[in-house]
């Protein structure tokens, strides 16, 4: 240091430097020459962050709360607040724990923070899920609540599965209960941190909800698993329960920071707060404008009141928006703002104005799926956008179908994310396989899933009999189930079943040769016990509902069709051929191809991307805010889910709606949606309605003057 050598083996460093008459220099040099080692290190990943990037960054202890919105560089906070603790030897990477809510974000995180401080390091940490941590926590320490470590997760399908043998091995008493309904009620009851013992003490439907919950403890007790909420509820049980090995985590994890902290449950939360104690080194990063996951246990709160939880708490807000321009980001913070349970924030943008928001009303929903088409279309056409610059954001998955058909028809190559095609799903098949066999007897693809779903009672043995009976007669299977008077080795009970199945098939082909065919299929559908089954699978999450509301989607899509169809006959066929044929002109394209395709899907599939260019169709104020939110008096989660919608976009938002509606063969007028009110005209190419006003003005004149034209003409 400073030109000092020792002069002597073995003499201790401390005496050298005192006894040159330059030491104190040479302290405050090596000082100096740290805190500049330090700033050199650091200057590589601390360049470009903003002031209050920065201040989140060199916060080192206690707890930290930042408030992170759309676009803010909230990840790159995260693992720069991390990195600078590691370079300054704060602590260990193996003290530090880093919890994500998938795991793509979590191996994402872990690639920039080897990239930023080392691989060494990074492998040292803990980087993963809330329920990965808590699967590890179970493996190591899982014996202290009756888990052993070589224990299963259940998928989903297995969960549902093992409910549905426990509610059957309870007795009849269970045989009319939705298993969906109560699978979902004890994931819910898990996420808010209670027992099966805490449940049972609700009102009668919970203390019924309790026994299965009861029950189903005690069968995947005895089978040695878990499923996924217990990954969580368990640990809490085992730190509750076991103060000596919590010290052992909490010793371990010295530094903790949370991400998406806003879409913590109550068990989530519980958990954080253990692992802390008592340092409380915890960074929460969160945006309680776009918590939208209530109905998944979320529990907004947890942000609100963060800064009560953990006392001397600093709040750094990320007030610098990367993504949207300000014309959206504006627009936006304006909608947010109506909710009167938020942090007030105030963030600019850093993308420049940009253009206005665009809106359009479209005739009706048909005119409205086409305009988009077009416009798609028309930007790719012109170079002003790729089609992969395009998403299509909706509220729900059944609103697609006409979208896709759109695009199908103007040759726009999408790709559903998040989601089956609507035409893949279960339901539309089934409903598809209907149509398709009235509208073709000869069907019998169609035929065996009409037999199938629901189920007719006609047996595998009947059918194997019949098949053959059709193949001596040389006649299709409808024609042998027609004709089954005539197999002798059919009994009298699968033959009263096939007489109704015939007289049920013979009555509804002459009503949909009648017409008014989106009429009889509806009731069709609930004749035959279909839209009965299907509803047996709904439940507090909207499971089922959904599939049933695709259902009508595709009825409504025949509504549409037929009255604007000119013929009166053949409509099933000429509507079935019409998606064929939309169908048949997909192409199978090469990895590269594929990216360049507009992409759909819901608000909450959305949440995390961005898009240049984003379009948020069907924006009528029966669908958005959806009115099971509003009749559960959700509406302010609504209005942060048609922020985070808006906040998606980039350089352009595209916000539409219909101006008419076909319900149940009726057009009927739909009234915007009421966010669309929120925003200030400031931020809109125009008052909601002025621009078709003007268009129907133009309109009008226009064939007055072509009309004066030519009978003018005509009259000289």
């Not at 690639?111 to 990965?132: L, W």
């Not at 359009?360 to 005119?367: F, K, S």
Request: charge should be positive; aromatic fraction near 8%.
């Amino acid at each position: 240091m400073c030109g000092v050598h020792p002069t002597k083996r073995g003499r201790p460093l401390s005496e050298i430097i005192y006894s040159h008459p330059l030491w104190p220099l040479c302290i405050l040099s090596s000082f100096y020459y740290a805190r500049f080692s330090e700033s050199f290190c650091l200057n590589d990943y601390l360049s470009g962050l903003n002031q209050s990037q920065k201040k989140a960054v060199f916060h080192t202890r206690g707890p930290l709360l930042v408030l992170a919105g759309a676009g803010s560089g909230k990840t790159r906070v995260l693992i720069t607040r991390i990195a600078r603790l590691l370079n300054r030897k704060v602590c260990k990477p193996s003290q530090v724990l880093a919890v994500t809510f998938t795991n793509k974000a979590a191996r994402e995180m872990k690639e920039r923070i080897a990239k930023t401080v080392s691989p060494q390091a990074a492998s040292s940490m803990t980087v993963s899920t809330i329920h990965s941590l808590g699967a590890r926590i179970l493996r190591n320490d899982g014996a202290a609540v009756g888990i052993n470590r070589n224990f299963s997760i259940l998928s989903d399908y297995e969960r549902k599965a093992t409910i549905k043998g426990v509610m059957r091995s309870m007795g009849k008493g269970m045989k009319n209960e939705s298993h969906d309904t109560h699978a979902i009620a004890i994931s819910l009851a898990k996420n808010a941190s209670l027992d099966p013992e805490d449940y049972r003490k609700l009102d009668e439907a919970g203390a019924k909800t309790g026994r299965i919950y009861t029950a189903y403890r005690r069968v995947l007790m005895h089978r040695n698993s878990v499923d996924f909420d217990d990954l969580l509820l368990l640990p809490l049980r085992l730190f509750e329960n076991n103060p000596v090995i919590l010290k052992e985590y909490q010793q371990k994890y010295v530094y903790v920071s949370i991400d998406e902290f806003q879409d913590t449950n109550a068990v989530q939360m519980k958990l954080m707060k253990l692992l802390a104690a008592p340092q409380n080194n915890i960074l929460a990063v969160g945006d309680d404008d776009q918590s939208i996951y209530s109905w998944r246990g979320a529990v907004i709160d947890n942000i609100l009141n963060f800064s009560r939880a953990f006392k001397g708490c600093k709040k750094v807000v990320l007030d610098t928006n990367y993504r949207s321009t300000a014309q959206i980001l504006n627009a936006s913070l304006a909608v947010a703002s109506k909710n009167p349970r938020r942090i007030e924030k105030k963030i600019v943008a850093s993308s420049g104005d940009g253009e206005k928001i665009t809106h359009y009303r479209g005739d009706d929903e048909e005119d409205e799926a086409r305009w988009i088409a077009e416009t798609i279309k028309s930007h790719a056409a012109g170079r002003q956008f790729r089609f992969g610059d395009h998403a299509l954001l909706f509220r729900t998955n059944a609103m697609m179908r006409r979208f896709e058909e759109a695009l199908r028809m103007e040759n726009v190559p999408y790709v559903t994310i998040g989601a089956a095609s609507f035409f893949d799903r279960k339901e539309i098949r089934d409903v598809l396989a209907y149509m398709r066999f009235f509208a073709n007897q000869d069907d019998e693809f169609s035929l065996l899933r009409v037999l199938k779903v629901p189920d007719k009672g006609i047996t595998r043995a009947t059918l194997r009999e019949l098949d053959s009976f059709a193949s001596g007669k040389r006649s299709s299977l409808y024609d042998a189930i027609c004709g089954h008077e005539q197999c002798m080795t059919i009994g009298d009970a699968q033959k009263k079943k096939l007489a109704g199945f015939v007289d049920f098939c013979r009555r509804y082909h002459t009503l949909f040769a009648r017409g008014n065919c989106a009429v009889v299929l509806r009731t069709l559908l609930q004749e035959s016990g279909y839209l009965e089954f299907l509803e047996k699978a709904s439940g507090p999450n909207g499971a089922g509902r959904e599939r049933i509301e695709n259902v009508y989607e595709i009825i409504h899509g025949l509504e549409t069709f037929e009255k604007k169809s000119r013929k009166k006959d053949a409509v099933l066929i000429d509507y079935l051929q019409e998606l064929c044929c939309a169908a048949g002109e997909d192409r199978t394209e090469s990895a590269a191809d594929t990216q360049n395709r507009v992409k759909l899907m819901t608000f909450h599939k959305a949440k995390g991307l961005e898009f240049p260019l984003v379009f948020l169709p069907g924006l009528d104020n029966s669908t958005m805010p959806s009115s099971r939110s509003v009749e559960e008096g959700r509406i302010d989660e609504e209005r942060r889910l048609f922020y985070v919608g808006m906040t998606r976009a980039q350089k352009r938002l595209i916000l539409t709606y219909p101006a008419a509606k076909v319900h149940r063969t009726r057009m009927t007028q739909v009234t915007p949606s009421q966010f669309l009110h929120e925003i200030p005209s400031e931020y809109l190419d125009g008052a909601l309605g002025e621009r078709e006003k003007e268009n129907y003005q133009e309109y009008v004149s226009d064939f007055f003057a072509e009309m004066k034209s030519r009978f003018g003409a005509s009259g000289e």
